[in-house]
């Protein structure tokens, strides 16, 4: 199949967040909650040092319990300011969940503090890197909201990295719909409430 336009991979975000947004609330909670505790048992939670994580927001899948549950065992846990008139991002270190507010598209950001920075590209190797997506294939790519914030960031990140999505947003292939392109970033794990998978 040829690649989409860029029109075409409007109408498929548009299609793929309204169907996330008409989710059931219960089966949303629930697969969060199956998700936090699978990912929060995996090696490669158990074993990173620092955590790159994101702020969930709206439908999102929901990482709040999975910052406090890092930073409860010690972790260091960083979230990203989006940089102005790039596809690039800022990481800083929080303390808790309090030390954000609203930013880039109305989601929670660290301040822009620099001695709270973290350079990612100079992160250790256990590093772990939690990704947003409408929607993850079982290859570990994704269809994202059309920023480019992750590819950038994933081109050059040494650590882990491990998309969040639910069962029902999993799909076997986005490459069928012509949504993958040459820059696109899969990632290494992808966490659903019903399994973990590791991406060859």
Do not use: N
């Not at 491990?162 to 992808?190: M, N, S, T």
Request: charged share 25%; with cysteine; hydrophobic share 40%.
């Amino acid at each position: 199949m040829r690649p989409m336009g860029t029109e075409e991979k409007k109408e498929l975000r548009t299609e793929a967040r309204a169907f996330r947004e008409g989710l059931d609330t219960s089966y949303r909670t629930q697969a969060d909650t199956a998700i936090a505790a699978r990912v929060a048992a995996s090696d490669a939670f158990v074993e990173a040092p620092l955590v790159f994580a994101y702020c969930s927001v709206g439908s999102e899948v929901d990482t709040h319990a999975l910052i406090e549950e890092a930073l409860r065992q010690g972790k260091t846990v960083a979230l990203p300011r989006a940089v102005p008139g790039t596809r690039t991002m800022a990481w800083h270190a929080i303390g808790s969940l309090a030390d954000t507010a609203p930013g880039f598209a109305g989601i929670p950001e660290p301040a822009d503090d620099a001695a709270t920075r973290i350079d990612a590209d100079d992160a250790d190797a256990r590093a772990l890197a939690l990704v947003p997506g409408l929607i993850f294939d079982i290859h570990g790519f994704r269809l994202g909201y059309g920023g480019g914030f992750y590819d950038t960031f994933l081109a050059t990140f040494p650590g882990r990295s491990l998309g969040l999505i639910r069962e029902r947003q999993l799909i076997d292939d986005l490459g069928k719909y012509g949504a993958r392109e040459p820059f696109d970033r899969p990632v290494g794990l992808v966490a659903s409430e019903g399994k973990l998978l590791t991406v060859p």
